[in-house]
Structure formats: C-alpha cells, structure tokens
C-alpha cells in the first residue's frame, strides 16, 4: 500500500475569538449537536446573526475542541461542550441537530426548562404518530408531537410564530413543496413524481463510500428506490393543501433521490399531472401570485441551477406545461444544507422571535 | 484582472509513434470529424482495436496535429488531416462525427465510394422526414433516410449486420430504449416520464457557460425543459415495440435532461405508469429475459451507479415495481461518450463486418 | 455526435431588484469590466458593502443585460452598461477590472476626472517600466507609473489611504508575499522557490481546454515553467524588504504555478534556504509578531487547507522549519477570487476612503 | 438533521462471471489483502492480464463479497475470501497490499511456501532497518531485509527479475525518482525540493476527513510539512545514483505532500540546484537517452496534466533549465494508483516470470 497510512493531517486553531456582534439583550440560543454539517452551519449562521446571541455550541463527540477548529471556514471560535442544561445559563432558544430517535429526549428536556426549539430531526415532521413509527421505529415522545408546527416558514408562518416546538423540514421535502404548494391549492395535481438530485454534504458528516472523492466522485447515485422516508413527509404536507383546492382523493407521490459529485446543492424535478390542461401563462401567474410577497422564494423564466442559489436561503422556482405530453414540470433549487436545513432554522427563529424574516440571512 | 492573461499551457507532444496492433486484412476505416469528444474516443478505440485499420483521422480545424498531442491519453499517434476521400486510399468504413446537418453530405459522399459508414449525428436517427425537419430543419440528403438503420445494437443486430449507413443513437436515447425495451415489448407501458442527468462531457467540446469548472462545477443544471430533441428520437423507437406488445395507441413520452459536475456518466431514471399491476418478480423475470444473452446489458439487483460502467460499452438496467403509487421505476446507467456514442458506434462497426460483438471492447 | 447541439441553457432573471442598502453620502463607485470573474465579485461585494453606493457597473460585451443574470449567486440587480464618464454621474471611486494594457487607458482617462482607482490589471503593479515592457510589451500610460502604489494592504497601508491610483496585485503575489514578508525584513532569505496551485477560476471567464469539466477536471496542471509573470512583481516586492532585513544582493525567485481541479482557492508553498539556521520557536514568535494586529492575516499551527479560508478575505500562513533539510516551508493559503483579487480590492478601498479596513468584508 | 439517516445505497451484484481469458499455464497469482484500492486494482489488472492466472482475492474484511460487488467498475467477479494459503492451491506468486507492519509477517508465510511476492507495503522499501524503524516502529522481520529488491522496474529491472521479494515502491518516490535519476547519474544535483500533489485516492479506502467530498472538494490540503516518510525512501534510493555520478556527499531531500480534489493522479515538481550551470539542449539530451528505451516513461516537450497518464502505466517527464534562478525544473506525471502502485507491480510480475514488460498494461 503506497500512501495510506501516511495522511493525518490536522486542521488549524486560529487566534483569540471575536467577540459576537450580536445586538445586546438578544434572546439566547444553543446549538445541540454542533458537530455535524447541520448544526455547525446553524451555529455559524447564528454567531454572525444580529439578534441572537449564540451562548454555546454542544456535541456529542470532540469535546474540548474549538468548532472553527473542526470547522474553520465557519469561524465560530465557542468550544464544544457537553450538553448541560444546567451549564449553559438561562436560555430562550435551541437548535437540536441530532439524529431522529435521539432529538426527542433533548428537544423534550429543552421544552421542560421553557425553551423553544428548532429541531433538525425528522421526530416532529408527522403529525401522525403511526406514519413515525411504520419509518423510523418506536417515538421517544409521542405526546410531544401535538405541540410541534412544521416549519416550513412559507407554509406555516403563523403557527410558527407562536410554537414552541418547529419541526424543521427535510431538505427534500423544502425544495419539493415549494415546488407543489401553489398547484396543489389549485386543486391542480392529479399525480405526481418527484426525482430530486442532491449534493454530498446531503449525506451529512458520514464517512463513507457514498461520501468518499475516489467513489462519489466522478458518479450519480440513485439510492432508496421506491422507499424513501421523505415520502410520507411531502404527502402529508401536500395533502391539506389539495384539500384546500377541492382535492377530496389523496395523492401517492413517487420521489426518488440521487447523490451527485458536488457539495452543496438540490434540484427537485416535479413532474406532475394535471386535473385539467395548463397552459404557461396561467403557471406563470399561479406561481407569481403565490411566491410574490416571499422574501426567499424566487420564481424565475428559466430553468434554474443550483449554484444559483449556493450557500443562501433563496429557493428558486421554474414551471412549465408540457403541451407534448400534458404535464407541468416544475423545478425547484435550494441549497440543501441552507434552506433544505439550516438558513431555514435561522429563519423559523427570525419568526418565532419577532424578528425581521431576513434577519442574518443576506 | 489577477491572473487571467498569464494562462497558455502547451499540451505535450510525445515520441516516435508505436505501430497500429491490429491483425493483417483488417477492414481499413477512417473517422471523420476525430477533434471532438466522440470522434477522438472512436478513433482511440478503433486504433488498439484487433480487428480494424484505422488509416486516417481527418478534422476541420487542428490539421497537422497529431490526436495525441491533442488528446494525449487516448494515445492514437496519427496527423489529423483535411477530410479527403481521394486521400485515405481504399476504405471500407468509416466513423462520421460531424455536428447534425453537416454530416449527411459527407455521409453521401462515402456511400458513393461504396465506404459503409456509422454516423455519429442525429442526421440519419429519425424515420420520418417530417420528424426531422421540425426539429433539425432542412435534410440535406433526405434520399439516403431509407437506408439508414438506427444503430442501437440490441434492437436491430440483424438490419445493421447488413446495413451501409448505421444512425448511431444519441446518449440519452440508448439508456432510455435499453431501459424500457421490455417493459415496451410486454405491452406494459401506459405513460412514462424520463429524468435524465448527464455529465459534462455530454456538452462536447464546448467551451462555454456549461461546460467551465467555476461554472458547472459545483452546478446541477436542468436545459431543454419540455423541448428536447431525444424526445422524438425515443418515441419512435418505443412505437415498434409497443405495437409488438400489443398497444394500439401511442404514448407521449416526457424527457427532462441535466447536466451534473463529472466527466463522463449518464444516468436516465425511468418511471412508467404500467397498463396493469406490475410485481418485482415478473419485472425481475422480464428483464433476466431480455438481456441475458446480450454481452453488454447487465440486470442488476440494487441501483447502478454511473461510475460503474464508466468507460465501459455496459449498460446496467435495475427495475423496481413501487407498489405506494403504483409505478414501475427503470433505472439505466451508461458511459454517455461510451455506450451512449463512440463504443457503441465499434460495437456497430464489429456487427457489420462480422467480428464477435465484443472484440476490442473489452 | 450525440449530444453536442442540444445544449443551450438560459440563466435565469429574477424579479425586481431591492435597493442597495449603503448608508447615505457614501462614496460613488462603479466597476468596470464587471463581466469577467474579477469585476463581477468587486460588484457584488461593492453592492452589499454598507458604505459604497456602486452606481453602475459597466462591460465591453453583454450590454443590457442585468448582472445577476450573468452571475446569478452575485444578486447585483444592476444593468450592464456601456463605459462611459458622462453617464455615470460623478464618482468618487473605480474598480478597474480589464486585462493588462486595456486598463491603463481607462485608469487615465477616470484620473482625468479625479477619480481615485483600484486597478486590478498589471499595468500599474511594476514600478520600473523596463520590467513591464519585458513581461507584457509597451506601456500604454507610462506616466501614470510613479502615482501608483502597490496594493497589498498589508506592506503599504499607509501610502494606498492617500494613494489616487492603487495596483492591485495578482492573487500569487499576494499569497507569496505575505508567506515571505516576515522572513525577508529579518534577513533571512537567501533563496527561494514557491510552488503556487490554485483553482480554475485563476483563468477566469476563459472557455477553453485549461477550463472545461471533462479537461480541467480530474487534471493536476502544471504551466509556465520558468516563465511566469508574477515572479518579476514578487521580486521588485520583496527587494526592499530583505534590503530592510540588512539584504545587499537580489534573490531571484523560482515561482511555478498550477491549476487543479477546484473553483476558488490558492496555496503557495514557499521553500526558503535561510541565511543561517532557524528553529520553530523563532519562527512562531516572528509570525505572529508581524501579523498579531492584521485583521486578515492568520497565523496558524497546522497546514491550512485552501477550503478554509474559500470565500474570505483572509489569508492563513504557516511557516515550520525543517531541520533534515536546513530549509524554511512557509504556506499560505488564500481565496485567489477574493483576497487574491476582488475583496482585497475592497480592502483597499476602505483604507482609500477611511472606513474599518474590515467594512463589507466579514 | 436532514438527509443523514435516510442513505445506504447497496452496490449491485450483476450476473454469472465470465472465465479469465489467461493463456494455459500461466503463473498462478492471488491477491492478498483486494479490499483496499490498491489491491483491487491489482486483481483487476492481473484478472485481465493474458499471462497470470488470478486464482484468489482474500481480504480481512468483505469476505464472502464478490470483488466486482465492492468494486463494480473493476469487473473482477471473484469472492472475497480468508487468506489461507492451505486453500488456494500451489501458487507461483502473490500480490500483498497491506498496510506496513501487517504485510511483513504474510510475505514471510508466503516466502516459506516458496511463493515469489510483490509487497506494496513499505515493509521492505528501506534497505537500511534502523530507517525503517525510525519511521515506522519496530520491523516484524528484518531477516527478510536483505532479500528484498526495490521495484522501481526503470531502476532495477535486471534484480527485479531474479527477485522472491519485490517492495513497490510508494507513489511519491515512483514519480520523483524518475523525474530525478538522471540528473543525479549526471552528478547534477545538489540539492532538490520537491513538491508533489495527488488525488484523493492516495489516501486510499480511507473514510474520514481527508476523503469526504464535503471537505475535500474543493480544497488543496497540504500535509506531513517536514516529516513525510517517502524522505528516507527517496534519499536512499538517490544516493547509490549520485554517487554513480560521482557525488561524494549526501543530499538532504525536502518533500511536501498535497491533496488535490480529484481521484487518480499525481505529480511531482522537483526543483533542482545543479552543481553547474545546465540548459535546455543538455537536459533534452540526458533524458532522451536514459528514457528513449524505456516503455513507460515519455520525456515531454511540454508540462504534463496528469490527466494524460491517468489509468495507465506511463510516466511523463518534463525537464526545463530557468536562466533565472539557475535552477532545473523536472515535471513528473504518474497515475498514483497505476504506475505509483498496482500497475507497477504487475510491470514487476512482467519481469519476474520473463513475460514482455508491458503485457497486460496497454
């Protein structure tokens, strides 16, 4: 073996920290889970945010070392501590970024010392208690789930104003239902398949053959065929929303996901079938009315590329009718580790706190 | 502007050239149009191919330059030169890969010769005249259409073992007609959506938007939504064998194309809605019987990924009923400038003089 | 040819543009040559800068198209204009962004109007005009020469805040002389190689072979052996340094450079022989004493990775010794887009007009 | 956390193997230690090679896995078996690709059984044990030491032929050396830098940081500054070359390693302070001659990607005088997984069993 066991490069730890240029009695806020690609991003969004004051950072692992040390281009210079809630001090807010089954327990401990949260993980997305379990085994804290809004900000603006609980959405699910929001309240979608394409940093901080230069490289990835746990999410998001617009069926969507050989970015491909014939300028008009007061929804005329939309919180949407075959196409870009996860958190936050939506986000 | 002007790297022109290794009476073939991504490749692969003489390789611009010093790792040591039949000497086929319109004249040229020619461009694909000029505009050689015979080996073996003109098929079209074939022959297919994502080298040697690092890099990039030329060129190849399995109507076939940060790796995600209920075994059982005498389709039994047929003439086909929405998903992987254009055109080329398919593919 | 003609994607145009939020009575800037990679981040980090009004940005081609078109992830909602001083309106302050010999005469033209200038070709970076005219040919504004100063905000702070034209220096000398500068005022550089490598956008919005995905990619590229602009700049730089350092002869310094398969980010490696021997503990002290109050200078204590610093104004260095070889290894790890080229002309732009060197820039 | 726990894409298992196409007779071969990039590569040229019979992959992981399952685009459709050499029949020869320390012991179980090997651990690189264990702790048998031939093939092909124990080389050293073997038969060196830089699959199967695309896409990551094991390596293979040039002392050897975001290649920039003034015809001349027999190496009259070698057995060498410093530049551009390890051991199994040196390797 020629290089091997040669490598063991370490990162650099760089001066004295700044201090935060947050705005003084801000609300306080953690970062539960701070390790990982979610949580890190979260914590670099809210040490550089105006009004929050990010009062600590956890992880479950690399204890004692400095996240801009594990993380340099994030420049958050809080080491990483156990999670304590009796160490961190009086806090308003908190972001849990842990694996499904494990953020329940926390996100309930944080709730019991009044904090709000933000939790990253799929514990709180459905609203019912047998659709967790029939894709993700036993709830730790099933009679949580009633107090929890999905935090889709443009779906559920007001409800997440006053949550205490917002499930933060999949990043699949984000860029998929902005996608189909306004055709489903429409009452527009007959049928539907979503084939979404995703960056690596999707597979988060996995070291892998699904993460590795040498595999992932040079590659396109189609995984979890007909089986994906972000199915659920969207049907069930997507199905108030046909309701609304007369739809008295429901719709089984078909999603399918791939990894592709870049870091961070997420096209969602909807291709949908009508109730009726569509024409482009009724999608245009459909899509203009509906995103025209977002500040981070974009509908654009041409088809949109991921980069377009890079570390930012902005999702950008195409539409089209296919005369050809009678179907709507829509595409939807976001960055997945922005709005597909993190700037979304920030800006539930913004929400659930009173602040400017765009606060720290541009 | 820092470092813009200071760029001009010379790329390296190597030694004496090794002689060609192929068996003596080999069938002499020229490619035309080699300074390009799919004529390069083809005159690599015919030039450490056993079984053909490659005498020349001719190109519009970069004459007097050898392939190798232009393209150093396909390795082929010949001049490129002025496309000039009374040139070459005696040839018995030839590659053409010239853009659509500019190649039939040429394509007409060697027929009058008597040479038997692939073409690489869509000039010869489409059946139907009309097909052609609504999407291409005027044919220049619209006589020679009826000799033409589409060149996707495991569909029409016997017709091109006899054929002078062979019509290459485009990329997407091959991994999209391998990957639907038998579900077409069965009768089963209803409706279906393609979702195809290709990597840059499908844009060719173009130097553009599309294809620079800092632009494509990091980039999933959607084009040609609801208006791609392959859309024609896959529903008539699938009318035949639909109609085989019994359909009467015809089925309007949507084709969404992207382009994804890698060099070579095409990947065509199929969903059909089936004309009845369709399960994994008699999927499983459909697809073992359609290819297993093929050299070159690999069934396979979990998701293929593009990396693992990269510069192979392979195809692995994965199929999988999904029985929440009903649908039958195909997915089909291909190195797009491989299976997808120039080893498929040697694949034609060993059909039509009789070699093992195989021979110099392996 | 298989999917060559096919591809013609249309960026998208977004809505309608928010104002740009600088403060009022800042100063009056315009960009011009905001069409290559250079100019367009100096507009986007222009527009987002609180104390600079850009007013126009301007270009030789794409007249009349909106920027954050052209650069979507830039989000300047400006439309690009002719270059033209009557239309502008009156300006304090121009980011020059053409290639070398172009520039000068616009340079001329803008102090004509007393407009003071941040010029990021080379035509104003070499003192002696003997120099430029070997490396680049006749100068078209030799006159202008002795008003220009070099603009590494860190060796010549003081002389740019009252400087009318500042010559930005390309992004290797940047990296170079900030790895160097601390060794040479103390003396001990008595010869010297650097081995630069940066990503793709070095060769900015070219389209051709250094460029494109299916060449560039999966390619470590070498170019201008022993031949490289930069190294006559490095040199004329770092002359007075050493001379400060007690230095009586010249250095003639070995600078090879590098593109590998990235977007942004630069290393420069910097083996120096040393005028005597030097340990670690002496080399700490002397680094961090020459950079303990530069905003954007980090001295590290581990191998910066060019990632960590992608997107910043910062540049990491570090220096160990080796005690096998006697020789001094100095690394400095920049964003060659941006303190290579584009925020460090922001940099100097604050210094020029008195804001926080910092200002639009963390 | 989003997308984290919804990936575990399986590799797919395609159909019934094919017989390996070796002629009767051919040396039996196993592959011991196939699950890393090394050895699979190794099993895959070996399982296409004409003249050796590949007769078992064995590894410590994966067992029970077929080859072409964990690797699909290597083809090779054995099992992964135990190592146990009571199980694979006689063999002739055996292919060890493990990690040092652990290689040692199976070479010496494979020797006693009479089986020639090519380790491509570093157990057997250095000549000398007192290096070996300064740099990797304590040999498990220095008894073997003086068996050993190093298989630099270009260096030592005539030992390499009669040798029982072969010790590829590392990537580095295969690429320097060849850059700088001539120089230093000349007596032209006195001193040398060397900067090399290569593809993320130098660090192997190895999934961590270094390796997840996430982090190592885009960046350049330097690594081991002033402490790389392939020092000692290439200084003792050196010396015995300089002294043939008449160097009466030792050359203190600086080499600095780099990983850039691609998969397969690497190159090595040595810098050069000749002991006399050299120029370009006398360098042209000197490498011409030691290389013009040579299969593998091409001297190049331009800088070489190492896109040009990539997956194949060549070595590019570029050599350039600069006027300037006095200096000499050679440029050397290997695949690190080819001819930097597993294709370079099949070329010493070429020379071992008297077949030509290149079978198996165009």
Chains 1, 2, 3, 4 share one sequence.
């Not at 609300?27 to 550089?48: D, K």
């Not at 400095?66 to 009086?90: K, N, Q, S, T």
């Not at 429409?186 to 901080?205: C, E, F, H, P, Y």
């Not at 990835?221 to 069930?236: F, S």
Request: aromatic share 6%; charged share 20%; with cysteine.
């Amino acid at each position: 073996m020629s290089c091997v066991a040669e490598l063991a490069p370490i990162r650099s730890a760089a001066g004295e920290p700044a201090p935060q240029p947050c705005a003084p009695g801000s609300p306080r806020v953690i970062v539960a889970g701070a390790t990982g690609f979610a949580g890190a991003l979260a914590a670099h969004l809210l040490w550089r945010h105006p009004r929050f004051e990010l009062v600590a950072v956890t992880g479950r692992s690399e204890v004692g070392r400095r996240l801009d040390d594990l993380y340099p281009r994030y420049r958050v210079p809080l080491m990483i501590e156990p999670f304590d809630l009796d160490a961190h001090g009086l806090l308003d807010a908190a972001v849990v970024a842990y694996p499904h089954a494990a953020a329940a327990p926390t996100v309930a401990e944080l709730r019991e010392r009044g904090v709000r949260v933000v939790d990253l993980s799929a514990d709180f997305r459905l609203a019912r208690l047998q659709t967790y379990e029939q894709w993700y085994g036993e709830h730790p804290r099933p009679e949580l789930l009633a107090d929890a809004v999905y935090g889709l900000t443009e779906l559920h603006r007001e409800r997440i104003a006053a949550a205490d609980i917002v499930a933060n959405p999949g990043c699949y699910p984000t860029a998929s239902l902005l996608a189909l929001a306004p055709l489903a309240r429409a009452g527009l979608i007959a049928d539907v398949v979503i084939d979404a394409k995703q960056g690596v940093s999707g597979a988060g901080r996995a070291f892998d053959e699904t993460t590795h230069v040498s595999m992932a490289g040079e590659n396109i990835l189609p995984y979890k065929v007909a089986e994906h746990r972000h199915t659920p999410e969207i049907e069930e998001q997507l199905a108030p929303l046909r309701a609304a617009g007369g739809a008295i069926d429901e719709v089984a969507v078909l999603f399918q996901a791939h990894l592709v050989p870049l870091d961070q970015g997420e096209l969602a491909d909807c291709y949908v079938t009508p109730t009726r014939r569509v024409e482009d300028a009724e999608l245009a008009e459909l899509y203009l009315a509906a995103y025209e007061r977002e500040p981070f929804v974009e509908v654009v005329s041409a088809p949109p590329g991921t980069r377009d939309v890079q570390e930012t919180n902005f999702c950008r949407v195409f539409a089209k009718a296919d005369p050809h075959s009678g179907k709507v196409i829509v595409l939807s870009a976001i960055d997945n580790l922005w709005k597909g996860t993190s700037s979304q958190a920030v800006q539930n936050l913004n929400v659930m706190f009173g602040h400017d939506e765009s606060e720290g986000l541009r």
